[in-house]
């Protein structure tokens, strides 16, 4: 099996092509005609010509994108409609063609990322695991399961100083070595892709583009921990992913890569898929292990944490897509490059969901301590029409930074000094013309409809921090209001059952703390 799996990715490089019209496939560029544009293009191919049906290829507001790489060089044809194809391809060949859109590969949006999470996104057919064998795919899970011990992987994982994606930033290493130092014999893992944060598509878009790179950290984390079942759970919301995922897993099944005996060997593994109803809840860890149960997606107290009591009250591994995605790249490469990106406690990199008044939106990775004016000014081109007011990170979870902080250094701790959160990775950009109360209601507003009702403080308390808020944005608040709001923030934030509750203060706290005078106007004019 090991000889076939590196024949294959052997014989893939192989049969290449020498132009390659890698054409994005991924939801936003499909909902723009990226489909027929592929097929299009196909029909205008030779013998020396090839189209890859590829994943994201990052800048999304240019879709749909086409990216060509062959002996007249390497083109990114943005806009194009099907019936541009043979257009594309003549350009692709070196041939002149004004009507057509030519991306600036050497734009800052391009060449100041720096990616491990998305290094196959754009560059791997998500639908062929050959794809994914040709770019060394599962190579790392082979030599793990051949050359490492478990305890051995946790200490590489540890030492590399990867940190949890999915918000909270809890350190990996330490979060597998509590999974394997439980003794009872069932052990589960779970990949959390959830991503209900409003404007975040970090998650969707790794598991449109490059779905066997997560299947196989999620592999390398089992055998690590010690767990042989788990379980991927996904919002129904995500039906391309979702298509994706199990086309992958099959193909992972065939080539046994998933199952029993995996490479020739005794670790064991069955991975299944659970689709979520899209309740922003059940992100969170505990909500979402009762989802996987089939019971109503509610949150429970902690401890116990999951790697104690997790699904079926066995220990459970959890972690986030973009997590389980930087695995095969830290042990392919090692713990100490990993270690040597980011900032001295934020290690690797960070894929973000740049959205909102910003010229170039897309996905964009960059290394921990990229200053946030880079991402937005820089790689996001600045605000179109009036100057950055504000960014918002974090998304409910987490706050606004104000355009006079944008120097600051994008890692876990630079951003909650300044009260937000690096958050999963939603980043959205707003300009002069946005007023921050309406930005503070709009995510109170999301986090009292998302509330799952469970305790009194977030399901009553977010209730009324809304009305307080719309009073503030129509000018009709009383100055006791703020007050009020002040208290009802620190109550929330204090009593509260889950992150939920705990953290939907945040959006008001650091709008409050930045452009107070803001709220004060709406308490000034009022009646
Ligand atoms: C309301 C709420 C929603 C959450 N949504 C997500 C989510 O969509 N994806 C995710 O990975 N983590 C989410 N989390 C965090 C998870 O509870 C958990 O910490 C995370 O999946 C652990 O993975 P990590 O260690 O790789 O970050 C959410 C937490 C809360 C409180
Ligand atoms: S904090 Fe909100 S979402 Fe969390 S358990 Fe309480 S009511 Fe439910």
């Known amino acids: 099996?090991?000889?076939?799996?590196?024949?294959?990715?052997?014989?893939?490089?192989?049969?290449?092509?020498?132009?390659?019209?890698?054409?994005?496939?991924?939801?936003?560029?499909?909902?723009?005609?990226?489909?027929?544009?592929?097929?299009?293009l196909e029909?205008?191919?030779?013998?020396?010509?090839?189209?890859?049906?590829?994943?994201?290829?990052?800048?999304?507001?240019?879709?749909?994108?086409?990216?060509?790489?062959?002996?007249?060089?390497?083109?990114?044809?943005?806009?194009?409609?099907?019936?541009?194809?043979?257009?594309?391809?003549?350009?692709a060949r070196g041939q002149q063609r004004p009507g057509l859109q030519l991306g600036d590969l050497s734009h800052p949006f391009f060449v100041r990322q720096h990616k491990i999470v998305l290094e196959g996104s754009g560059q791997v057919e998500p639908e062929r695991i050959e794809s994914y064998l040709a770019r060394g795919g599962y190579q790392a899970l082979q030599r793990v399961l051949h050359e490492l011990k478990p305890a051995e992987v946790i200490e590489a994982v540890t030492r590399s100083g990867?940190?949890?994606?999915?918000?909270?930033?809890?350190?990996?290493?330490?979060?597998?070595?509590?999974?394997?130092?439980a003794s009872q014999p069932q052990?589960?893992?779970?990949?959390?892709?959830?991503?209900?944060d409003p404007g975040a598509f970090m998650d969707r878009s790794v598991l449109e583009s490059d779905p066997h790179r997560v299947l196989e950290g999620m592999a390398l984390a089992a055998y690590a921990v010690g767990a042989n079942r788990g379980y991927l759970y996904v919002r129904g919301e995500y039906p391309l992913a979702i298509r994706r995922l199990q086309i992958a897993l099959k193909q992972a099944k065939k080539y046994g890569l998933l199952g029993s005996a995996i490479l020739d060997t005794?670790?064991?593994?069955?991975?299944?898929?659970?689709?979520?109803?899209?309740?922003?809840?059940?992100?969170?860890?505990?909500?979402?292990?009762?989802?996987?149960?089939?019971?109503?997606?509610?949150?429970?107290?902690?401890?116990?944490y999951p790697p104690e009591k997790g699904l079926w009250d066995c220990p459970t591994l959890i972690n986030n897509v973009e997590t389980f995605a930087n695995i095969p790249a830290i042990l392919s490469r090692g713990a100490d490059w990993f270690a040597s990106i980011g900032t001295e406690r934020s290690k690797g990199t960070k894929v973000f969901a740049l959205a909102g008044k910003v010229l170039n939106t897309g996905l964009v990775e960059v290394p921990?301590?990229?200053?946030?004016?880079?991402?937005?000014?820089?790689?996001?081109?600045?605000?179109?029409?009036?100057?950055?007011?504000?960014?918002?990170?974090?998304?409910?979870?987490?706050?606004?930074?104000?355009?006079?902080e944008l120097d600051t250094p994008v890692d876990f701790e630079a951003l909650q000094k300044l009260g937000s959160i690096m958050g999963s990775g939603g980043m959205i950009v707003m300009d002069q013309a946005d007023r921050m109360v309406d930005v503070a209601r709009y995510f109170v507003q999301f986090s009292m409809e998302e509330s799952c009702g469970k305790c009194v403080p977030c399901r009553a308390g977010t209730v009324q921090m809304h009305r307080i808020l719309t009073r503030l944005c129509d000018g009709q608040a009383s100055p006791a209001d703020l007050e009020q709001l002040e208290a009802l923030c620190d109550m929330v934030g204090a009593t509260s059952l889950c992150g939920l509750g705990q953290n939907a203060p945040n959006p008001v706290i650091s709008t409050l703390r930045f452009f107070r005078h803001e709220f004060e106007n709406g308490v000034k004019h009022g009646s």
């Open 266 to 304: 005794n670790f064991n593994l069955q991975l299944e898929l659970r689709i979520g109803a899209g309740a922003y809840v059940c992100g969170e860890e505990t909500a979402l292990i009762a989802s996987i149960e089939g019971k109503r997606g509610m949150p429970r107290p902690r401890p116990p």
């Open 368 to 404: 921990m301590g990229t200053s946030l004016r880079t991402i937005v000014e820089e790689m996001g081109g600045g605000s179109p029409g009036r100057s950055i007011k504000a960014v918002q990170t974090g998304g409910p979870s987490g706050g606004c930074v104000p355009a006079a």
């Open 162 to 181: 990867l940190r949890g994606r999915g918000g909270a930033g809890y350190p990996t290493g330490l979060k597998w070595s509590l999974l394997a130092k």
């Open 187 to 196: 052990k589960y893992l779970i990949c959390n892709g959830d991503e209900g």
């Open 43 to 91: 029909s205008q191919m030779d013998d020396h010509s090839e189209v890859l049906r590829v994943g994201c290829l990052g800048l999304c507001s240019q879709g749909p994108l086409v990216c060509a790489d062959g002996p007249a060089g390497s083109f990114l044809f943005e806009k194009v409609k099907p019936d541009q194809a043979a257009e594309v391809v003549a350009a």
């Open 1 to 40: 099996m090991l000889k076939e799996l590196s024949e294959i990715g052997q014989a893939e490089q192989a049969r290449r092509k020498p132009l390659q019209l890698r054409c994005c496939q991924a939801a936003g560029c499909l909902s723009a005609h990226g489909e027929e544009l592929a097929s299009a």
